[in-house]
């Protein structure tokens, strides 16, 4: 486990002392139904030139390797990106167009495109192929205002028609291909629809229209009588405002649904061979489904939706479980700026104003670094072995939803499952435990802080239970010990009246037991604990203008106490303990560093007896000014221990070799450019060794792959 290096603070906070009382709140729920994710979680950010407000995945060149093409309501010219599959250097080439492009749509003749420009007040074809710059091949002037297009062959002549609407256009026309020009066939004029699309409503073969009308609030059904006719049949009112309409055969039965969402629901009309769509599920949303995207983004066969809230920069994932039903939906990012979203091969592809491009897609296996999603701002992470099976999973905190999130991976390591949990704060550690009885604990706390939350799952019955611990004071230290299988020992450190006590809840099944030790030293500024059988504190202290380092055995008579070392106080103090089997013997090690003069700062070591203390000079591009700069951790090399740091103002990751003999310390870069919340190191599948962090800056869950 990481230990962060923590300031000592001399003002310590007094109160009121609680010796044998501990208060314990016990909530006891349904744990969050599991999310069959199933590797949909890999998530990559691009950067691209800003001000594109659309983004179209298409496959121009032919290569099976999607690129992706930028337009705007408000630029003439359009942008082209290539090598995003590659994850090489992206190819990024921008070309004039003589109008602005409000909607961009590919049409089934390869390079060939049709757009509709609001502004201008037209329609058109464009062809865009190749290295070729891209031409206009025809266009159409109307009188109001083209936004929306869908597209599908009316007549089945094997020519593709457009469907024409908007909330700022006349009606709904049709516009159809001839010679190489454009024409016009108005289906109802002096209205507004926001949106309209085809789908075939009587079964017959050919392409009806439902359109959502803005200014009765309802759903319009136009059937086509098979010559291109269209004729209004019937007409579903709502209260409610529509965002979007799409035909999709939602329950795999080869009748085409409609989706439609409005405020605060999606509802799924479900067509059959009578075309009653009488048949309806309505999902319930916590946002503003401003656009809905269908598709089987886990890849079981099964259909998943995608909604988007625009503003508030939002997109959840509805999972499908039978085509009827639908697990909760889960929040898999929230970016600022965002202006739109598409799907392609069940990849979602969004844009941001300031021009970042993301995708989030189906991960296939550990042959590359990789960011993990859901996530919106991570900060505490751990990992666990929830099947015993040497594959780690991972848990997390994300402060943005006060939720303990669980990704459980399958035997090849990929994540397939997503379980999601309330917390009561934004804990900065967790201790992750897997019991024989196949319950998974999450210890949740912030040290400085009196709340300690314990979340207790069992997957197999769907259960989870919280509790929450309070200490007597502020936590220094926690460490968790099991005894057996109805009881774990929780220890403690927590200073109180300016004194540092060892406090110990002893949790069982039905209840929680709490005992305060005897004062073990007063001014102690940090303590790191080992919870053995006769507890061990090693501690700082200051005393006049002298720091003592000491360790402390509690026991059940007299604490057995020993003086390490002293140091003359300097100006400011910062220091940062770890214990941790060092030489993979068995025996807990504690490593403790503490500043010692302006630039220099003292390493103590239990393992190098009788001589505890090695001066050093931290090389300076770790650039050390400042508290709270320095992580610690241990990475394992087979025989030993090495101690690594991350230095967050680096945003680096070093190694550190120690010297038992020379007592000299190297370091060596292992990674540079990640910005860190929190982070762990180990090998989340056999045979590779990951750096697996919360990343700040993408706000994702971030694994670098590490050589041993």
């Known amino acids: 486990m990481r230990r962060h290096l923590k300031g000592g603070n001399t003002d310590l906070k007094t109160g009121r002392s609680y010796s044998f009382l501990i208060l314990f709140l016990i909530l006891s729920q349904n744990i969050s139904a599991q999310i069959p994710i199933n590797g949909f979680c890999e998530y990559n950010s691009y950067q691209v030139p800003s001000g594109y407000e659309h983004c179209l995945p298409v496959d121009i060149n032919s290569d099976s390797f999607s690129e992706i093409i930028l337009y705007s ?182 009748f085409e649904d409609l989706v439609v969402s409005n405020t605060g629901s999606i509802t799924i009309l479900y067509g059959d061979f009578q075309s009653s ?53 889960v929040l898999y990012r929230k970016t600022n700026d965002l202006t ?38 991570p900060t505490a992470i751990q990992h666990f072995d929830y099947a015993e099976d040497r594959v780690k999973d991972i848990c997390f905190i994300d402060r943005y939803k006060s939720e303990l999130n669980l990704l459980i991976s399958d035997e090849e390591g990929i994540p397939s499952l997503y379980y999601t949990m309330p917390v009561a704060s934004d804990h900065e550690e967790i201790i992750a435990e897997v019991t024989t009885s196949g319950d998974n604990i999450f210890y949740c706390f912030t040290k400085g802080s009196r709340l300690l939350e314990i979340i207790k799952t069992n997957f197999e019955n769907e259960t989870i239970e919280r509790k929450q611990l309070y200490s007597p004071g502020d936590i220094q230290d926690l460490k968790v010990k099991r005894v057996d299988s109805t009881l774990t020992n929780i220890f403690i450190t927590y200073n109180n009246t300016n004194r540092l006590f060892l406090g110990k809840f002893e949790y069982r099944e039905l209840s929680v037991t709490f005992k305060q030790y005897p004062s073990v030293d007063r001014n102690v500024l940090n303590s790191e604990l080992i919870a053995a059988e006769e507890p061990i504190i090693y501690y700082w202290k200051e005393y006049s203008d002298t720091l003592y380092y000491k360790k402390a055995v509690i026991k059940t008579g007299p604490n057995e106490y020993e003086n390490i070392i002293h140091l003359p106080k300097p100006d400011s103090i910062v220091f940062s303990s770890i214990s941790s089997d060092l030489q993979n013997n068995g025996s807990q090690n504690v490593i403790s560093i503490i ?82 919340a929190d982070y762990f190191i180990g090998s989340i599948f056999p045979g590779k060794y990951h750096f697996v962090f919360s990343n700040k800056r993408e706000g994702c869950i971030s694994l670098i792959q590490l050589k041993k």
């Open 73 to 254: 309501s408000s630029k003439k010219k359009i942008a082209i990106v290539s090598g995003l599959m590659t994850r090489n250097k992206l190819l990024i080439k921008e070309y004039s167009l003589p109008f602005e492009i409000s909607k961009l749509e590919p049409l089934k003749n390869k390079g060939m495109y049709v757009f509709s420009s609001r502004q201008n007040r037209l329609l058109g074809l464009l062809k865009i192929f190749g290295d070729e710059k891209p031409k206009v091949i025809s266009k159409l002037e109307f009188d109001s205002f083209p936004e929306n297009i869908n597209i599908g062959d009316v007549n089945n002549y094997g020519v593709e028609e457009f469907l024409i609407s908007g909330s700022g256009f006349d009606g709904i026309s049709l516009i159809y291909q001839y010679k190489g020009r454009l024409g016009e066939s108005k289906i109802i004029g002096g209205s507004s629809f926001c949106f309209s699309t085809f789908i075939d409503l009587s079964n017959n073969g050919f392409y009806d229209i439902v359109a959502c009308n803005l200014l009765e609030r309802s759903l319009q059904f136009y059937y086509n009588d098979g010559e291109g006719n269209f004729n209004l049949m019937r007409s579903l009112s709502s209260d409610k405002k529509f965002y979007s309409i799409n035909s999709y055969d939602i329950d795999n039965d080869t």
């Open 277 to 329: 769509y009488k048949e309806k599920v309505v999902i319930p949303v916590k946002h503003i489904p401003e656009e809905v995207l269908p598709g089987d983004f886990n890849q079981d066969g099964l259909t998943d939706l995608a909604y988007v809230d625009y503003t508030n920069g939002t997109i959840f994932i509805i999972f499908g479980k039978d085509g009827k039903e639908f697990y909760k939906e």
């Open 595 to 676: 500043e010692s003069g302006k630039s220099d700062f003292t390493l103590v070591s239990d393992e190098w007896k009788p001589d505890f203390t090695y001066s050093l000079i931290f090389p300076e591009w770790l650039n050390i000014k400042e508290e709270n700069q320095l992580f610690f951790s241990f990475i394992n090399s087979g025989i030993k221990n090495n101690l690594v740091v991350y230095s967050p103002e680096q945003k680096s990751l070093s190694k550190i070799d120690l010297s038992n003999t020379s007592k000299r310390l190297n370091f060596t870069k292992l990674i540079d450019s990640v910005d860190a």
């Open 340 to 377: 739109d979203v598409h799907q392609i091969n069940n990849t979602l592809w969004f844009l941001s104003d300031d021009g970042q491009l993301f995708s989030i897609e189906r991960f296939n296996g550990f042959t590359k670094n990789v960011n993990f999603v859901p996530a919106v701002n």
